[in-house]
């Protein structure tokens, strides 16, 4: 065992640090999912969370959100996992981490941990894994698909603190976490106004006026008189991919974005292998780099998973898993981008993917891909009463990008006892 002894006791600061193994801190073990095949439908649609890989690396901190649920006969060949378990994925996205923040059941790619709550804190063991999630990474190299064993899991060495040094480095650490979970609600909150004033609008045809229009038919069903239907190209003056080819990495240089660096609101630049300015220029001049306006798409993997508007100029080049569209005068382009993200218009765009495997949309044929298209009145108007809730998300998103960057600077001297937390003053904590 890498440590012993009852930390419940250890009341002094002053105490020093201990190499333990994550079972010596808590229970260790699998998820369950023992029925095969494991998509069997007949296991889902219940009531009780079903969490997965991908749930886990979206949640950040605390894990509330859930793609899938079981219902009884799915539990009864699972377990149901109590609020505070630290689920930590071992296959697929190796050494991700989130504590429940309600019961759920997941499967054998995740693993749970229960703290002791006389030897650890779940917050300092949760930062503790993602300060040695390269380490873990790097010996779940496998042949054929990475994996990390529980066997391997409990191998490793966590630094410890006497429990109230615990307490205190996951309080300062976790105040930033619920920071950035609060604006991700004010963000989501936001977001579903804007969707919604869409839908009330462009979907149902309950904008300002329409008591007195009226309606005629088209290809896409009833619409109202003066509104038409017609194809993409018809509002973009460039519709088109990034790169096809991929320069050479380079340590320092311009960030290259593929679909992987998306998330919801823009390009996570810190995730961007980077390229030589040479090659920065020569993309630029084949216009393989974004610019303000345009609408990003994911056009290669989860098509249209992410649809967004680049808010400012950068100098960022684009491979062709992301796709470029350049509303013209006749489209606001936030508009666009929150209709394509709408559930029918995804729908409707299936006939436009191919691919099993890894679906993509083809561009050739998106081109033609019929929209409604409103007057441009009413454009500005839905833009005018919009587009400052999407700013403000906007800036919600920049202030959590400053607080993950602190957060990640105290973050290794904090594990590593570098910084004594029993000195570090009340204002430390934002």
Not at 266 to 272: A, L, P, R, V, W
Not at 333 to 342: C, E
Request: net charge neutral; hydrophobic share 35%.
């Amino acid at each position: 065992m890498g440590c012993c002894g009852d930390f419940g006791d250890m009341s002094g600061l002053g105490r020093e640090w201990r190499e333990c193994k994550l079972d010596d801190l808590g229970s260790v073990g699998r998820g369950k999912s023992r029925h095969r095949p494991r998509n069997d439908t007949s296991l889902y649609g219940g009531k009780y969370p079903f969490v997965q890989t991908g749930d886990v690396k979206e949640a950040e901190f605390r894990l509330t959100k859930y793609s899938q649920t079981y219902n009884e006969k799915g539990l009864a060949q699972s377990k149901l996992w109590e609020p505070g378990t630290l689920c930590i994925t071992i296959a697929a996205n190796i050494a991700d981490t989130a504590i429940l923040g309600i019961p759920a059941c997941f499967p054998d790619s995740v693993v749970g941990f229960v703290a002791d709550q006389n030897k650890a804190d779940v917050r300092f063991i949760k930062y503790s894994i993602d300060t040695l999630k390269l380490e873990m990474q790097g010996a779940s190299r496998g042949t054929t698909q990475d994996n990390l064993s529980v066997d391997k899991l409990i191998t490793f060495n966590f630094r410890v603190p006497p429990l109230p040094i615990q307490h205190r480095i996951a309080d300062i650490l976790s105040a930033y976490d619920d920071l950035i979970e609060n604006n991700q609600r004010r963000i989501q909150i936001l977001e579903n106004m804007a969707r919604s004033l869409y839908r009330e609008w462009f979907v149902e045809f309950r904008f300002p006026g329409h008591e007195n229009v009226k309606f005629v038919d088209s290809p896409l069903g009833k619409i109202p008189e003066g509104w038409e239907i017609g194809p993409m190209e018809s509002v973009c003056d460039r519709i088109t991919d990034g790169a096809h080819h991929s320069p050479k990495t380079q340590e320092l240089g311009y960030p290259m974005a593929s679909v992987k660096d998306m998330h919801d609101w823009g390009i996570n630049i810190e995730s961007c292998r980077k390229i030589s300015e040479e090659d920065f220029k020569e993309l630029e001049r084949n216009d393989s780099t974004m610019r303000k306006n345009d609408v990003l798409i994911a056009k290669d993997g989860s098509y249209l998973k992410h649809c967004f508007v680049v808010e400012e100029d950068m100098q960022v080049a684009l491979l062709s898993s992301i796709a470029i569209l350049r509303p013209n005068h006749r489209f606001k382009p936030h508009l666009l981008a929150i209709m394509l993200r709408d559930p029918d218009v995804k729908l409707r765009m299936k006939g436009y993917v191919s691919g099993a495997a890894l679906p993509r949309i083809i561009l050739k044929e998106f081109r033609h891909f019929n929209i409604l298209m409103p007057p441009i009145n009413l454009q500005e108007h839905w833009s005018r009463l919009c587009e400052p809730m999407l700013e403000m998300c906007w800036r919600l998103i920049a202030k959590n990008q400053n607080l993950r960057r602190t957060r990640d600077l105290l973050l290794p001297r904090l594990l590593s006892g570098q910084l004594d937390v029993s000195t570090l003053p009340e204002e430390t904590i934002p």
